[in-house]
Antibody, heavy 122, light 113 residues
Framework: QVHLVASGGGVIQPGTSLRVACAASGFTFASHALHWVRQGPDKGLEWVALISSDGGTAYYAASLKGRFTVSRDNSKDTLFLQMNSLTTEDTATYYC???????????????WGQGTLVTVSS | DIVMTQSPDSLAVSLGERATIYCRSSQSVFYSSNSKDYLSWFQQKPGQPPKLLIYWASTRDSGVPDRFSGSGSGTDFTLTISSLQAEDVAVYYCQQYYSIPHTFGQGTKVEIK
């Protein structure tokens, strides 16, 4: 059974950095591309980033303006999202999501984790 | 970026009646080399992550009840719930994965009339 467990969220001050992680189990981690998708309070879904199965290729939403970096450790079945210069606009639940494919520009998403809430507030 | 626009924003349907949600993309999400539309539908219930219902515009994911169906091609798509059940109350999103950035519609809230 596929599990994606995100962690590392919390309340942080504007301008600071945070790294969230997603621990995966129940599937061959290194065979799948992965995404981060976020959802602000009572808002819709926003795609954040995609990383290929081998970690060699990553794509980001332009709105992030280079502040976020996605990475993965295939030896530990863990996905990461490093977020810098956070603003109140980044307040959201961050979901890690499995892609059915391994790379390219991604295919459809078949499993979502429960998400981790990041609140940026002074 | 491909803009996804859903209509309506919300709808109320009686139990057992049909619910229809529309999704339009600002450009075609049909990939001619494999004849597939790169379009998914998700269901999100309160306090839960989204759940995949439909991919390739019309393929139901495993375990999804057959009252859910997807149709359309190119730029215009439809999600139909043929006979609304109480457990179908949720927000529904369409999403294109044709190109980066993957984009979602704004969501359609389905309630019981």
């Amino acid at each position: 059974q596929v599990h994606l467990v995100a962690s590392g969220g919390g309340v942080i001050q504007p301008g600071t950095s945070l790294r969230v992680a997603c621990a995966a189990s129940g599937f061959t981690f290194a065979s799948h591309a992965l995404h981060w998708v976020r959802q602000g309070p009572d808002k819709g879904l926003e795609w954040v980033a995609l990383i290929s199965s081998d970690g060699g290729t990553a794509y980001y939403a332009a709105s992030l303006k280079g502040r976020f970096t996605v990475s993965r450790d295939n030896s530990k079945d863990t996905l990461f999202l490093q977020m810098n210069s956070l603003t109140t606009e980044d307040t959201a639940t961050y979901y890690c999501v499995r892609d059915v494919g391994s790379g390219g520009s991604g295919w459809y998403y078949d499993y979502w984790g429960q998400g981790t809430l990041v609140t940026v507030s002074s | 970026d491909i803009v996804m626009t859903q209509s309506p924003d919300s709808l109320a349907v009686s139990l057992g009646e049909r619910a229809t949600i529309y999704c339009r993309s600002s450009q075609s999400v049909f990939y001619s080399s494999n004849s597939k539309d790169y379009l998914s539908w998700f269901q999100q219930k309160p306090g839960q992550p989204p759940k995949l219902l439909i991919y390739w515009a019309s393929t139901r994911d495993s375990g999804v009840p057959d009252r859910f169906s997807g149709s359309g091609s190119g730029t215009d798509f439809t999600l139909t719930i043929s006979s609304l059940q109480a457990e179908d109350v949720a927000v529904y999103y369409c999403q294109q994965y044709y190109s980066i950035p993957h984009t979602f519609g704004q969501g359609t809230k389905v309630e019981i009339k």
